[in-house]
């Protein structure tokens, strides 16, 4: 124990392969935890009970309740930054922004992978992310009116306009992946060096940075993929 640090978690010294191989399985089965409950407390709605308890608030907390709250919490952000209109979106960026929030904060208990510090599993984040919202702006207005979304109104600007568009684009998908990566990378790298320095208690607040953090970044990628999501689809006059 003497010779462990907590930056071991981060970066192991087994080799760059192994540790992404084993950050990749554990995002798997956190995915593979979050499909098994929300299958769970899905089928609980299918019942008398479930439906009422959804209805009218049980008194004591309970982990339908719990997940019945933040649901609501974040439907709610969700309209505020897209509009009730955009729901049909609600399960994709919900289960984003839970599954890095989920990732990250995991990664603060010392031995836990820190999952999303391998550029595999969030370019593989990113890349469904932009699937999604090109797909959407796409099936929103067609492949020829998504292309005159770039085009710009003078026609003789329009092929340098659609390069650059198209290429701010496609650079979407690396500011996702490296926004999430540096930041997630710098507080552990902060916390691992006051966890090594300083005693258990003194070193508590930076934990709290840490929580404070694993949230942020994945309220970022959350609030951006909706704002993707909304360029995409939104109306050509609105551009």
């Known amino acids: ?27 798997v089965a956190v995915a593979g935890t979050f499909l098994l409950a929300g299958k769970v407390l899905s089928s609980r709605l299918k019942t008398s009970s479930g439906v009422e308890s959804a209805i009218i608030p049980p008194r004591k907390v309970s982990a339908f309740s719990l997940v019945d709250l933040l649901v609501e919490s974040f439907v709610k952000y969700n309209d505020s930054v897209m509009g009730k209109k955009n729901r049909r979106h609600v399960p994709f960026v919900a289960t984003i922004f839970f599954f890095i929030m989920t990732l990250n904060m995991l990664s603060l208990i010392p031995g836990m992978p820190v999952a999303t510090t391998t550029v595999w599993l ?22 020829i009116g998504y292309m005159k979304h ?27 992946n490296l926004r999430l990566f540096w930041n997630i990378s710098a ?53």
């Open 150 to 176: 770039f085009w710009g109104p003078v026609a003789l600007l329009g092929p340098f306009l659609l390069m650059a568009e198209l290429l701010s684009l496609f650079i979407r998908i690396l500011t996702l």
């Open 1 to 27: 124990m003497a010779n462990y640090s907590y930056l071991d978690h981060v970066i192991p010294p087994t080799g760059e392969v192994a540790v992404d191989t084993q950050k990749i399985l554990f995002a």
């Open 122 to 143: 969030n370019v593989a984040m990113a890349l469904v992310v932009f699937i999604h919202f090109n797909y959407h702006g796409i099936k929103t207005h067609g492949f």
């Open 187 to 239: 507080d552990h790298l902060v916390l691992s060096t006051f966890v090594d320095l300083l005693p258990v208690f003194l070193a508590a607040p930076f934990y709290f940075l840490g929580l404070f953090v694993s949230f942020m970044q994945a309220f970022i990628f959350t609030t951006l993929t909706m704002i993707y999501i909304l360029l995409a689809t939104e109306h050509e006059e609105h551009h």
